[in-house]
């Protein structure tokens, strides 16, 4: 009698799974794909955003070195200290940081930044992803970054 009861139950078709059971299964397999969609593309947005934060702290590093802690040019190999400088604007000396050779140089090089918006000691600057590059200006013993349009 309980094997005739057990065999009864396994052939019922009363346990299978419903129209709207097979629904409400499909809309969350999708809302776990989109959510895990949008949590990669967030994590995605924080590493550019660290990526350029990270620019930014090794071009002032780079910068504070070459020009003696803000005292002189900051440009990589110049011979013109002093007046002399062609990178001595009359007031400050400005060069850009090369991301690919991690110097400082005297002409603007191509954009590098990896996300749209950059903050530089509150200030924001916008501009699409590779066409930004920082600038950097020394005045005074003090090294100032900012974010600029980099060479087409």
């Given at each position: 009698?309980?094997?005739?009861?057990?065999?009864?139950?396994?052939?019922?078709?009363?346990?299978g799974?419903?129209?709207?059971?097979?629904?409400?299964?499909?809309?969350?397999?999708?809302?776990?794909?989109?959510?895990?969609f949008?949590?990669?593309?967030?994590?995605?947005?924080q590493?550019?955003?660290?990526?350029?934060?990270?620019?930014?702290?090794?071009?002032?590093?780079?910068?504070?070195?070459?020009?003696?802690?803000?005292?002189?040019?900051p440009?990589?190999?110049?011979?013109?200290?002093?007046?002399?400088?062609?990178?001595?604007?009359?007031?400050?000396?400005?060069?850009?940081?090369?991301?690919?050779?991690?110097?400082?140089?005297?002409?603007?090089?191509?954009?590098?930044n990896?996300?749209?918006?950059?903050?530089?000691?509150?200030?924001?600057?916008?501009?699409?992803?590779?066409?930004?590059?920082?600038?950097?200006?020394?005045?005074?013993?003090?090294?100032?970054?900012?974010?600029?349009?980099?060479?087409?």
């Amino acid at each position: 009698m309980k094997t005739e009861l057990v065999i009864r139950k396994l052939k019922s078709t009363s346990g299978g799974v419903s129209r709207r059971e097979v629904l409400l299964v499909a809309l969350i397999a999708v809302m776990t794909l989109f959510f895990a969609f949008e949590g990669m593309h967030y994590l995605d947005m924080q590493q550019r955003k660290g990526n350029d934060a990270l620019r930014e702290n090794t071009a002032i590093s780079v910068a504070r070195v070459n020009s003696n802690n803000g005292l002189s040019c900051p440009v990589e190999n110049c011979d013109g200290r002093g007046g002399k400088c062609v990178h001595f604007d009359g007031e400050c000396y400005i060069g850009f940081y090369d991301d690919v050779n991690n110097t400082i140089v005297g002409r603007r090089p191509r954009g590098y930044n990896e996300y749209d918006t950059m903050t530089i000691d509150g200030v924001t600057w916008h501009g699409e992803p590779g066409t930004m590059v920082i600038r950097v200006v020394v005045k005074d013993a003090d090294v100032k970054l900012n974010w600029e349009i980099g060479k087409k």
